[in-house]
């Protein structure tokens, strides 16, 4: 399980090679009652580090694990023999952490 806190992955460049977006992992747990309800997030941050995008995941093994050459790596394809990637240019309508399981860009709150 990923540690809980905010986890920076790298940066998204464009074809200048200038900084287009910073990525960071969000993990963090609220109680609930007696529950602790953990919730996961990628973040999209602006040169300026404005939150532009984030994308809402069910579980924390869905949060990519490394980002290079602007492509994310996700690790719960790992537990199952592969690895899935995604390549990140601009800000994706939807991340997909495995082929057929994919989240929808969520409101900015």
Same mark, same amino acid.
């Given at each position: 399980?990923?540690?809980?806190?905010?986890?920076? +992955?790298?940066?998204?460049?464009?074809? !200048?090679?200038? $900084?287009? %977006? %910073?990525?960071?992992?969000?993990? %963090?747990?609220?109680?609930?009652? !007696?529950?602790?309800?953990?919730?996961?997030?990628?973040?999209?941050?602006?040169? !300026?580090?404005?939150?532009?995008?984030? %994308?809402? *995941?069910?579980?924390?093994?869905? @949060?990519?694990?490394? @980002?290079?050459?602007? $492509? +994310?790596?996700?690790?719960?394809?790992?537990?199952?023999?592969? #690895?899935?990637? #995604?390549?990140?240019?601009? *800000?994706? @309508?939807? +991340?997909?952490?495995?082929?057929?399981?994919?989240? *929808?860009?969520?409101? *900015?709150?």
């Amino acid at each position: 399980m990923p540690r809980e806190g905010k986890h920076a +992955l790298g940066c998204v460049y464009d074809r !200048q090679g200038r $900084t287009r %977006y %910073y990525v960071v992992t969000d993990f %963090y747990r609220v109680r609930a009652a !007696q529950q602790l309800h953990g919730h996961s997030r990628v973040l999209f941050l602006s040169p !300026q580090h404005v939150v532009v995008a984030q %994308y809402e *995941l069910s579980l924390p093994e869905e @949060l990519p694990y490394q @980002l290079v050459q602007n $492509t +994310l790596f996700f690790g719960q394809a790992l537990a199952k023999g592969r #690895q899935y990637q #995604q390549r990140i240019d601009d *800000l994706p @309508l939807s +991340l997909c952490v495995e082929p057929n399981n994919c989240y *929808l860009k969520a409101a *900015l709150k």
